[in-house]
């Protein structure tokens, strides 16, 4: 009789146990179970990984397995909604390993990348060519005959920097084709051989920099199309890095040369009296034909800089120096603002100094005298002909302490073209204090 009453007892018990459990784990329950949205996340977390962040919830959605009674399809639709009610995209993604970023704070959020700031690609080195080539241009000056020399033609590169016909290469290649101004003499002429078109454009010598040797030409495309490249404006160059020189081609050659090589050196940021920033760096690239004016690029087809043929630079020297991109665009904006708006009557001395930062250093390392630390006198300029020389200190300009780069620009601005200008300098390699004087010139652009 007892088992008979026991039986039907278990029976209604397991119904009711099974009952309860369907009603508390169905779609509508309101059980305090971890969710996703209960527990603020700050961090990114990745399916299918080893090491959990410590910045992850236990019970996020990313971890846990679906215990909602709901299909991995409505599951996904509740945490696009979710994301969407913040304002903000989740970036969620369903695909086992890939990254799935939830909302944060603007503090946590990671900065997004602009179109200047895309991660670049590496190109092999052929690709790089076929992008810079059709930009890298053929040079043909054509001098005229003169009391020591007869006409003769000088052949280097150029890079084409403006749709419009904007070029530019190194000025030093003009020297024996310019008078005492910096413009063409009479008679000379300059030509310039682009890929794909038969005839040479005429060009003019638009603008031009003695000191960072830097020239600007101007062709007129006549609606041809042109293809043009930009300078980096970043500084991107480190000693080791694996860069080329791509350069137009010689006589007999189908296609310009690629020559590879490395980056051998940086020197020591300085500024100019006019505070235009000088600056070069230094590969193991060889200086032959073709190569001053061509452009130096890096493995993701970065204009870097131009190579210069400034016997200044490389006198007696195999190894070619260059003209970072960031100095010659912002040498570029200044020139063409400088000719398009003349008159321009600046005064110039003709030298560039140290950053206040590596002169500050170089005092306390060699116990030198606090001033400007001279890194380049400009040939013929009036501090190379008062006796200036590069390594010299500048301890005052006209009875004043010259100890910082501002010190130069405001002495400068003070001065006016004729001004004589008085230094007192050190030379450490003479111990011995100088006083050297010049009146000033004109500045040339």
Not at 41 to 59: L, N, R
Not at 105 to 131: G, H, M, N, Y
Request: hydrophobic share 35%; charged share 20%; aromatic share 8%.
């Amino acid at each position: 009789m007892l088992k008979q009453l026991i039986k039907p007892k278990f029976i209604v018990v397991l119904f009711l146990l099974l009952f309860t459990c369907m009603s508390g784990c169905g779609p509508g329950n309101n059980l305090e179970t971890p969710s996703a949205s209960a527990t603020p996340y700050t961090g990114v977390t990745t399916e299918t990984t080893k090491d959990q962040p410590e910045s992850s919830a236990p019970g996020s959605a990313a971890t846990r397995p679906n215990t909602s009674g709901t299909s991995e399809a409505e599951s996904t639709d509740r945490t696009e909604m979710t994301a969407g009610s913040t304002g903000e995209s989740s970036g969620t993604s369903n695909i086992p390993g890939e990254i799935t970023v939830s909302p944060t704070s603007a503090d946590s959020r990671p900065s997004q990348i602009t179109d200047d700031e895309k991660v670049p690609v590496a190109l092999d080195w052929t690709q790089v060519f076929e992008k810079i080539s059709p930009s890298v241009a053929s040079i043909r000056l054509k001098i005229p005959a003169s009391a020591l020399y007869q006409e003769r033609e000088e052949i280097f590169s150029a890079l084409l920097i403006d749709e419009e016909g904007i070029l530019i290469s190194s000025y030093s290649m003009f020297g024996k084709a310019v008078d005492y101004r910096g413009i063409l003499m009479d008679g000379a002429a300059v030509e310039v051989f682009i890929d794909n078109y038969i005839k040479p454009f005429p060009a003019v010598l638009y603008g031009f920099d003695v000191m960072s040797d830097i020239a600007i030409l101007k062709i007129e495309p006549e609606g041809k199309k042109l293809i043009a490249q930009p300078l980096s404006r970043k500084d991107e160059v480190k000693v080791g890095l694996s860069i080329g020189v791509i350069t137009s081609p010689e006589n007999y050659v189908v296609q310009g040369s690629l020559i590879p090589g490395h980056v051998m050196s940086i020197q020591v940021p300085s500024v100019r009296e006019n505070g235009l920033p000088y600056e070069l760096f230094v590969s193991d690239v060889p200086t032959l034909n073709n190569v001053p004016g061509a452009p130096l690029v890096d493995e993701y087809g970065r204009v870097l800089g131009i190579c210069s043929a400034s016997s200044q630079y490389s006198y007696l020297d195999y190894r070619t120096y260059i003209i970072p991109a960031p100095v010659i665009a912002e040498v570029v904006d200044y020139i063409i603002k400088v000719v398009e708006n003349p008159p321009v009557r600046a005064a110039s001395l003709g030298i560039a100094v140290m950053s206040d930062e590596c002169a500050a250093l170089s005092s306390q390392r060699y116990d030198y005298p606090i001033g400007l630390n001279v890194t380049c006198v400009q040939l013929d300029s009036p501090a190379y002909i008062a006796g200036l020389r590069t390594g010299d200190i500048i301890l005052e300009i006209n009875n004043k302490n010259a100890e910082l780069t501002e010190d130069l620009i405001e002495s400068m601005q003070a001065m006016s073209i004729g001004s004589y200008c008085v230094m007192k300098v050190y030379r450490p390699s003479e111990y011995t204090e100088f006083t050297f004087s010049s009146y000033l010139q004109q500045a040339r652009h």
